[in-house]
């Protein structure tokens, strides 16, 4: 017989942190739970993009007009930060901050931000990245089994007049870009 | 309800004033029209980036492109896709506004294209489309758009994009045929019937274009 608690008790990885024997949901080192939502309201996630192979192919113009280096948040929360689809926000967090143009939808959870990892970063002199690389926001330390914990980050974002590069200029000579979408 | 009935008069004193100054068009023996399933697309665009290898595109213009159309309130939202390149319409508006005769429609299968020996690039029919379908080429000076690749076609094949879709969601055929339900084609599931327009989509009494969609529930203009 088992003794109830047995399967509870913590092992120390090879990183120095505690886990449960068994798999079970652990409180991330930032999460929306966290009394560090004070500041950083939003919750980050940097998926694959659909339009590159991690940073592979980012040079690709064919592939740049599909779709764009953008973050993608809630429109309620867009509406209380007085944010529109296109305009050029900063997220930023005590570790970093890119500019990035904001994908204002109703098809995201509110709450939380999507960066698509992989851009190329382009550094101003500032150390602010202009093309939107989520890599300058995202915790240096790994997970407690040695991952990258990429898709728990707590961020702000804001309306801002600082730069955005996407390293790459959209042809204004085309009706193609303004056919992208459609609200 | 008063902005309803005079938006309704506006559109119909534009098809009328339309169909007033245009010239006779031409009646194909058969006209070719594209399908696409507006659920099952995936938004993959690889339909754009085949379009684009067949035709040797600059960064730029697009001839095929797959728009997403989103509503809803989270967490009752929904999305589809509406794919459009050129309609090969039955009576196009950028035929009659070039002032060289570029554009042409053909006989045998209704296709549209431009003779890009007599384009003088002025663009004047990339601003008559109301989809968007000629578009100007920056690095030639002349304004392009998809031809249903003609050269395919001759060929026995299908278009470079219709052959690039993973979802087999996009493809073509004879329009009264795929109106009638009667054409075999992937893009139309057993039970689904294809509609003309469906929601943000140009009004088709406007130039007749031949594309038909297989319409998202939230898409529909009739429901």
């Known amino acids: ?64 007009e599909t779709y764009e280096q953008e973050v993608t948040m809630n429109a309620s929360d867009a509406r209380r930060l007085g944010i529109k689809m296109g305009d050029v926000v900063e997220i930023w967090n005590e570790r970093g901050k890119v500019v990035v143009p904001v994908y204002v939808t109703e098809r995201c959870m509110p709450g939380v931000a999507v960066l698509f990892e992989g851009a190329w970063m ?5 150390g602010v990245d202009r093309a939107g690389n989520p890599d300058f926001l995202t915790l240096d330390s790994p997970s407690p089994a040695g991952a990258f914990a990429y898709n728990t980050v707590l961020v702000d974002i804001q309306k801002t007049d600082l730069d955005h590069r996407p390293v790459w200029d959209k042809v204004g000579t085309s009706r193609a870009y303004v056919f992208r979408r459609d609200m | 309800m008063t902005t309803t009935t005079s938006e309704t008069a506006t559109k119909k004193t534009v098809v009328k004033r339309r169909k007033h100054v245009t010239y006779t068009p031409v009646k194909p023996e058969m006209q070719l029209a594209f399908v696409h399933n507006n659920v099952d697309c995936i938004g993959c665009r690889a ?51 070039c002032p060289t005769g570029a554009i042409f429609k053909r006989k045998q299968d209704g296709i549209v294209d431009i003779d890009s020996t007599l384009c003088i690039g002025c663009r004047r029919c ?33 278009p470079y994009c219709v052959m690039a879709c993973m979802m087999r969601v996009l493809d073509i055929g004879p329009k009264d045929e795929l109106l009638a339900g ?19 989509f140009a009004n088709p009494e406007l130039t007749n274009p031949s594309i038909l969609f297989v319409p998202h529930s939230k898409g529909r203009v009739d429901a």
Not at chain 1, 7 to 32: A, D, F, M, R, V
Not at chain 1, 122 to 126: A, K, R, V, Y
Not at chain 2, 79 to 97: D, F, I, Q, R, T
Not at chain 2, 130 to 157: H, L, S, T, W
């Open chain 1, 122 to 126: 382009d550094l101003d002199g500032q």
């Open chain 2, 126 to 158: 990339e601003a008559t489309c109301p989809y968007g379908a000629p578009q100007f080429d920056p690095e030639e000076g002349i304004v392009k758009k998809c031809n249903m690749c003609v050269d395919e076609i001759e060929a026995g094949r299908k």
């Open chain 2, 182 to 200: 009667t054409y075999e084609t992937k893009a139309v599931g057993p039970g689904e019937k294809v509609v003309t327009q469906v929601k943000h």
């Open chain 2, 47 to 97: 339909c754009e980036m085949a379009c684009k290898d067949k035709n040797g595109l600059p960064p730029g213009p697009r001839f095929r492109r797959v728009m997403y159309i989103e509503g809803g309130t989270y967490p009752n939202v929904y999305a589809y896709k509406v794919n459009m390149s050129c309609n090969h319409c039955g009576e196009p508006a950028c035929l009659p506004a």
């Open chain 1, 1 to 64: 017989m088992h003794r109830a608690g047995h399967y509870q008790g913590l092992k120390k990885t090879q990183y120095g942190y505690p886990i449960p024997y068994i798999p079970k949901w652990i409180e991330p080192w930032e999460s929306l739970n966290s009394p560090k939502t004070n500041k950083y309201p939003f919750h980050l996630i940097s998926p694959h993009p659909r339009w590159r192979t991690h940073s592979i192919f980012n040079n690709c113009s064919w592939l740049r």
